[in-house]
């Protein structure tokens, strides 16, 4: 294989109790990312179209995920990537983990496999500096394993994808501001109370029992964000309207999508999430914000191969 051509989607992090540690893989919406072998070797970013961001690979999360993987792997070419944005930077679903998982994903493809999905996660996570400051691997960790995933220890390379319902559909509003990952994590205290504490384990251990178990009144309960939320939840135009009027329209749960501003209404079932999805708009509707809106069924299988040569 010389070429590969591939879609990667967009995810939602944290889902309300699982800060840097729980995400989905959504569908439809996504990059598309085009790796091919070059003899010279390295990797370079040949094209951005979509959304403009640095072609510089130490800036850029494609360009530093590639670079860990290479690292670790012998080759004897190297590769140039172009990237087609279709996830906005800076909108809260997972934007960069689609370039950086995608990538990582592609270049491994085009090298025969060597890797796990394990260790691309943790490749790919390392992308994440670039946009967040930080590593973390709730997003790419969905991308990469599809549905919803569950970071143990990124360091120990420990990730798990969990069991779910299949009717979940996520509505999701993408106010048009953006946020910056890092400056969103800029804001958040470093210090939590025991009780906080307390209370967000037990949501986060509820909600992964009641993912598996198919119990949708406990994963209602449980989509709670005793920690996050409230100190981040200041930067998103009317979003404690939004996530009430969400829940009386019969959502399990609404809460911030990763670092913001995109908001997600978690549903059971396509009709729910059309009726959800019209209360969302009203909202911004009514103070005449623009917006996006997107649903999506819980996509299983993360990155998918559009063609190869
Ligand atoms: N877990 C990350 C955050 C996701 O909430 O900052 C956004 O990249």
Redesign the pocket.
């Known amino acids: 294989m010389k070429e590969i051509r591939i879609f990667s989607p967009a995810s939602i992090?944290?889902l309300s109790c699982g800060?840097?540690i729980l995400?989905v893989c959504l569908d439809k919406i996504g990059d598309e990312i085009t790796v091919r072998k070059t003899t010279k070797r390295g990797i370079s970013i040949k094209k951005i179209t979509g959304y403009e961001l640095s072609n510089d690979i130490s800036l850029n999360v494609a360009g530093l995920a590639a670079s860990a993987l290479l690292k670790n792997v012998k080759v004897n070419c190297g590769f140039e990537i172009d990237i087609h944005k279709g996830i906005k930077p800076g909108s809260?679903i997972?934007s960069?983990?689609a370039s950086s998982a995608g990538t990582v994903y592609a270049i491994n493809k085009l090298i025969g496999e060597p890797l796990s999905d394990n260790q691309l996660i943790y490749f790919a996570s390392k992308g994440?500096i670039a946009?967040?400051g930080t590593i973390?691997a709730?997003?790419v960790s969905a991308v990469l394993m599809g549905g919803f995933t569950f970071v143990r220890n990124s360091s120990e390379k420990d990730f798990i994808k969990l069991d779910y319902p299949n009717d979940l559909v996520f509505s999701i509003i993408h106010p048009k501001i953006e946020i910056k990952?890092k400056d969103?994590?800029s804001i958040i205290k470093n210090q939590v109370s025991l009780n906080d504490m307390i209370q967000q384990s037990a949501n986060l251990g509820a909600l992964v029992h009641a993912l598996n178990k198919k119990d949708y009144e406990l994963i209602e309960r449980s989509l709670d964000d005793r920690i996050?939320e409230p100190v981040?939840s200041i930067l998103i135009p009317k979003f404690s309207e939004i996530k009430s009027s969400s829940i009386e329209a019969g959502a399990l749960g609404c809460g911030?999508s990763?670092?913001g501003p995109s908001v997600f209404s978690l549903c059971r079932g396509m009709d729910q999430a059309k009726i959800v999805s019209k209360v969302m708009k009203k909202v911004y509707d009514k103070i005449k914000l623009d917006y996006e809106i997107h649903l999506s069924k819980v996509n299983d299988k993360g990155i998918k191969i559009i063609d190869f040569s």
Request: hydrophobic fraction near 15%; avoid cysteine.
């Open positions: 992090a944290n800060y840097d995400g809260g997972g960069s983990a994440e946009s967040s973390h709730d997003n990952t969103s994590r996050i981040r911030i990763g670092s």
